[in-house]
Structures are given as C-alpha cells and as structure tokens.
C-alpha cells in the first residue's frame, strides 16, 4: 500500500488513513450532534454578538420552517444567499440544509448580468440579500426564476441599539445601502416569526443529495455549479478533523473567519469544520479594513485563523498587528492561491505560529492536501493527501509521470464533486473514465508523498522553450524588502516567443525597476528574469484576495459608450 502512497509514512501520530463514511449521513445530522453536545457554548459571533449552538439551532428550525411552510418549497429546490459574514449567514445555511434544500452561495460584489446568470442557471426559487446588495437584485431579478426575496440589515441580529445603530451608519454615514426596491420582498426577522406558526418536518437526507451549488470558475469564462453533495461535506469535516484533531480541544476553539463564508474554504475549514468540534466561528464582516480588522483580533484569544496570502501579508503590513497577543494561536492554515515564502517566514516571526498550506478546490469540498499540523517552517509544499484521498500526476496523455516529475496533478476521494450542475460535458473534461479529478494545477511529488504546486496550467510561461512559473518569480521577488505585493505572466517577445512581466506594488517609495531586476538576477536563471517591470498601486484581486493574473493579461476593455 504504501509504495504507491508514500504520504502515508509521513502522516503526523494518529492520523487514521481512512475516515468512517458511514458515521453521519448528511451535514444536518452532524449539525445535530454538535447541538446536542455543544447546546450552551457560542457558535458564532458578529460585532460583539454570539450566538449558541442551541440559538442557531432553534434560528435555523424557523428559517427551514418558513422556506417549506410558507414558500412551499419542495426537497431539492434551490435558496441563493448573497451576503458578507453575518450571524444570518450561518442561521441561514443550516435552515435550507434542514429543510433538505440546496444552499447557493452567491459573491455579495458581482454585477447584476453576473447575478442574473448565476441565480437563472441555478434555478433558485428564494434569495436571501443583505441591504447593501439589494440594488443589485433589484436589477438582475426580473429574468431569473426567484419567487420571494429576503432581505435583512447587516445589523438585524445584532439586538438594540448596536443594530440599529450599525444600520444607520452603514446607510447614511458611509453611504454603503443604495436605496432599491424590491416588491414582494420580506425581511429575514419576519421569516423567523412565519415559521415559528410550522413544524419543521423531519426530512430524509440522503447522503447524495446536493447540500451546496457552489460557483466557480467565473474568471475562466462562465461560471458553473460544482454539485456537492452532503457525503463530499461530511466527508470533508471528517478528513479535515482528524487531520486537524490531535492539536485542538473539543468545545473550546476559536477560529477567525475573515474569508468569507460564501466561498468553499470558509464555508467547510472555518464554519463546518469548526462546527464539528464545537468551536466558535469569529465572524469578520469586512476584512477589507485592516486597521478595523486588527482591532477586532486584539478584542478575542482566537486558537486559529485561515486566510490566503495576500490577507496574511495585509495583517502583517497593518500597525498595531505586532502587538496582539498570540499566546492563544495554535493554528495558521493558508489556502486558495500559493503562500509565499517570505510572507509565511514573517508569520512565523511576528505570531510564533508556522503558516500551514493546505490545497483544495471547489471541486473537492475543497481540502485535497493539508501540510502536517506539526510542521516546524514553511516548506513551499501544499502537504500531503488527507485520509481516504489519492493524488497522482499525470502527463497530458493521462499517463503518471516518474517522481519528482512535473505534471498535471490529479485527485481522487469521496470529497470530490459529483460533477457540474447541467454541465455533463464540462464535468466529462475534468473527471475522467477512473475517476481522477483534473485540477488544472501543474504539480511534482517528492519521495515522502510531500506534493508541490509549481502552477496552475493556464498561467504558465514559455520563455524559449522553457517553462516558467510564475509563482517561482513572485516568490523571489516578495523576499525583496520594498515589495508590498508583486504578480508575474507571460507577454508576447519576438526574441523568445514570451517574455516574464512582472506588476509590483512598492512598499517603499523609492524601489526602482532596476533594483527589482538586480535583486532577480542573483536569484532566477536568465530566462525567469523579468524583462518589464511595471509599478501599480494595487494588483486586481477576486473577492477573496486571489491576484488574478488574467486581468494582468487580458484587461477588461472598458464598456463602450
């Protein structure tokens, strides 16, 4: 066995190689054990507001409640939330999973032609919308199949005055609620008290049945629904748990949840994952303001904190982060796009705590491979494959490829999707007749079972015949005191085909082009070096932080008037 699974003999003690899939049946019956176990311990927190295991529990029956009581929704139907990190967030997911619908998280900052695509391909009947987005909705709404929107404050649960103060500021201090209006529409509190007046009927959750619509790829053309069902979830919590049990303590974690909860690695690590163990999930609305940000993280002992690189180098880059205290941090996990090396070295030195990198994708639930919770120093791998996961590389003929050889990395578990939503011929391109998911990602694997992205196959550059990775240049050049942020590709050179460009964002004023490519030449073989470099006050990022070199590459052209 272990031959062709080397990772097994560097799994930490008592990592079990397999999980028990047989031991929850669906995410609500995981929900429901937490309940019980955990009834009177805060589960997540807002702007100074928690809430219990046993009000998220009660919140969540009336949310369900209403969908099949007063919506008439039937098992399967689809319910859109489109809204930052909020305490209605979570109340909200686990009523539709406990109704036996299907969740679709939708980005709170697309536009309306986005929002219109998204919510029409899924076929959701009800969207929930927090305030601030609702013009947006008011806009795009007509052409989908919506028949109730539900709308709500950020500050609706917050209680008085807090609430209604957060609201009044949010609208006419900060200008951040355009009016609109959507006929019909009724408020998330009045849902709550509809359903209270119906039972929530025991639904039969079966295993492959679709908890989540979860959108992806909407920067490599149109978005499309990765089907996840319960088992991918539940399988998910499972591997994350075990990997992640021996170092945590049930009942009494807390985890800052900054990314948000709409994309797939908050939604499992942060408040699945968490949820499991009994932890408190420390809800971040608008990580965006780092200073606000700091001040939130010096007011709690948070145990651990997920993020991706670009926020982990903002906190860093933020005053007053250096004087919080860490005494409590047991866990630093990077995922979503690649943690750099100097930025993973600076955590380590300011929190004492190493910065993990784990890997995953929407399309596996989304943990693939997670680093040993016991590692000393950054080590540039995504980990190993968790329990009851197998990853290989393989070569553009679908054949596996000799150790240490670079190729297209494959995964293959009971976390991987079921397949696109109505998509069978997208689904047919990227998991093939064995099953093997097709990440698109170009990796290696070393002797230990230790995986290394080298970058995604799209973004690659060839410069003369030879393949440069973005990721090795701007690795190099975040090491370079001056560098806030940096982003390379490929551009047309008539010399080598591709020439590597690099887009920088300065941290001191004075840094030049020229010392960025001195700084490289010590560093980078001859055709990795950068042959332009351009300076920007900010690079293009999604929502969740991750640089998008396609935009570098291909600007959007502005609308034409």
């Not at 103060?165 to 609208?171: T, Y």
């Not at 991706?308 to 933020?318: E, I, P, R, S, W």
């Not at 980990?383 to 290989?392: E, K, N, W």
Request: charged content about 20%; overall charge neutral; proline content about 6%.
């Amino acid at each position: 066995m272990s031959q062709d699974r080397p990772w097994f003999n560097s799994y930490p003690q008592g990592v079990p190689h397999e999980i028990d899939l047989g031991q929850y049946r669906s995410i609500v019956s995981v929900f429901e054990t937490a309940v019980a176990d955990y009834r009177d311990r805060p589960a997540f927190s807002n702007f100074g507001k928690s809430l219990t295991y046993g009000e998220i529990d009660a919140l969540s029956r009336d949310f369900g409640a209403y969908l099949l009581g007063e919506l008439k929704l039937k098992k399967g139907d689809r319910v859109a939330i489109m809204a930052p990190n909020c305490l209605q967030y979570p109340i909200a997911i686990f009523g539709i999973l406990r109704a036996g619908l299907t969740v679709v998280n939708v980005n709170p900052m697309y536009t309306p032609r986005e929002l219109k695509h998204q919510l029409a391909d899924a076929g959701a009947s009800a969207l929930l919308v927090v305030d601030n987005f609702g013009k947006t909705v008011q806009e795009a709404i007509a052409e989908t199949p919506v028949k109730q929107v539900i709308t709500t404050g950020l500050g609706d649960l917050l209680g008085f005055p807090k609430g209604a103060l957060i609201n009044f500021v949010l609208k006419y201090v900060k200008k951040l609620v355009p009016d609109y209006d959507i006929p019909g529409a009724v408020r998330f509190k009045d849902t709550l008290t509809l359903g209270k007046l119906h039972k929530l009927p025991e639904m039969d959750i079966d295993s492959e049945d679709i908890a989540f619509l979860q959108y992806t790829g909407g920067t490599t053309g149109v978005s499309k629904g990765a089907m996840l069902t319960h088992r991918n979830l539940v399988a998910n919590m499972q591997q994350a748990g075990a990997w992640l049990g021996n170092d945590l303590q049930l009942g009494h974690e807390i985890i800052i949840t900054a990314l948000p909860l709409y994309h797939i690695f908050a939604l499992t690590a942060n408040c699945l994952v968490f949820m499991k163990l009994g932890g408190l999930n420390y809800l971040i609305s608008n990580p965006r303001d780092m200073p606000g940000f700091v001040k939130e993280l010096s007011k709690t002992r948070f145990t651990a904190i997920t993020g991706v690189n670009t926020l982990f180098n903002g906190l860093l880059n933020t005053p007053g982060f250096d004087q919080i205290d860490f005494s409590s941090l047991k866990m630093t996990l990077g995922g979503g796009m690649a943690v750099q090396r100097a930025v993973a070295e600076r955590w380590k030195k300011v929190t004492g705590v190493t910065l993990v990198e784990a890997y995953g994708l929407t399309e596996t639930s989304p943990a693939a491979c997670i680093n040993p919770m016991n590692l000393k120093d950054y080590n540039g791998a995504i980990g190993l494959p968790i329990p009851s996961t197998d990853a290989c590389v393989k070569d553009d003929d679908g054949n596996m490829v000799a150790l240490g050889e670079v190729g297209e990395l494959c995964i293959k578990g009971p976390q991987v999707m079921k397949g696109y939503w109505q998509r069978p011929e997208e689904t047919a391109k990227v998991i093939d007749g064995d099953g093997w998911l097709h990440t698109g990602d170009m990796a290696k694997m070393d002797a230990d079972g230790f995986f290394y992205i080298v970058d995604r196959k799209k973004d690659m550059i060839l410069v003369s015949g030879f393949n440069v990775y973005p990721n090795e240049v701007e690795d190099v050049i975040a090491g370079m005191d001056g560098v806030l942020e940096v982003a390379a590709i490929g551009v047309p050179d008539d010399k080598s085909g591709e020439a590597v460009k690099v887009f920088v964002v300065k941290k001191d004023p004075a840094l030049t082009a020229e010392q960025i490519r001195t700084f490289c030449r010590d560093k980078l073989t001859g055709y990795k070096q950068p042959k332009h470099v351009e300076f920007r006050t900010e690079l293009p990022k999604t929502n969740v932080g991750k640089i998008l070199r396609k935009e570098l590459r291909d600007p959007p052209q502005a609308p034409a008037h």
